[in-house]
């Protein structure tokens, strides 16, 4: 099983600062990695398909990259409204796995 | 295209979880369909995917207790787990893959809390 392992695990950040999350899998798994949003009580909002390519109806301060096995998701000039979980998910190999996700706070 | 989980708000302990996820919207004839669950506060796990073929997929660790299955008349696809534990106390959800092949989830269900409890 491919390991994905996220850090950090909790980030307090505020408004209009940059964020970055990271994503390392325990092999390499090319660019099959995906990106996901879960704000409390909800079900999780893909973000970023295939390391980097974005999803029509995310903010384009959402950009992702990274390939083999360290990966990466930014979120330039952050919003009050980006509190939320973040999670990859890779779907190289089955089974597929996530990260044990990362949370943003907002101060 | 809408997802809807549905079953039981209860487990019991050794007995079976039993869920069907309704899609509407589009056809379930296509594409990847997915069981994910995520315990109380925890991360998220797949469990298991079923493809447009009826081919099925399941996750090593749960393997032995699942079966996913399909009803392509009505638009559903359902999720069995054997013999529950507190362990599988989570909130499940049901997602698809927009693709010929196991990849990312582009939709997903509200998600459904199954407390399993003696």
């Known amino acids: 099983e491919i390991v994905l392992t996220q850090s950090p695990d909790f980030q307090s950040v505020t408004p209009k600062e940059k964020v970055t999350i990271t994503c390392r899998a325990s092999q390499s798994i090319g660019t099959s990695l995906h990106w996901y949003q879960q704000k409390p009580d909800q079900s999780p909002k893909l973000l970023i398909i295939?390391?980097?390519q974005s999803i029509s109806g995310v903010p384009s301060r959402f950009s992702g990259s990274g390939s083999g096995t360290d990966f990466t998701l930014t979120i330039n000039s952050l919003e009050a409204e980006d509190a939320a979980a973040y999670y990859c998910?890779?779907?190289?190999?089955?089974?597929?796995?996530f990260g044990q996700g990362t949370r943003l706070e907002i101060k | 295209v809408q997802l809807q989980e549905s079953g039981p708000g209860l487990v019991k302990t050794s007995e079976t979880l039993a869920l069907t996820c309704t899609v509407s919207g589009g056809s379930i004839s296509t594409y990847y369909w997915s069981w994910i669950r995520q315990p109380p506060g925890e991360g998220l796990e797949w469990i298991g995917y079923?493809?447009?073929?009826?081919?099925?997929s399941y996750n090593p660790s749960l393997k032995s207790r699942v079966t996913i299955s399909v009803d392509t008349s009505k638009n559903q696809f359902s999720l069995k787990l054997n013999s529950v534990t507190a362990a599988d106390t989570a909130v499940y959800y049901c997602?698809?893959?927009?693709?010929?092949?196991?990849?990312?989830?582009?939709?997903w269900g509200q998600g459904t809390l199954v407390p399993v409890s003696s």
């Open positions: 997602a698809r893959t927009p693709m010929s092949t196991y990849t990312y989830f582009d939709y």
């Open positions: 998910h890779q779907s190289s190999r089955l089974p597929m796995t």
């Open positions: 295939y390391a980097s």
């Open positions: 079923i493809d447009h073929n009826g081919g099925t």
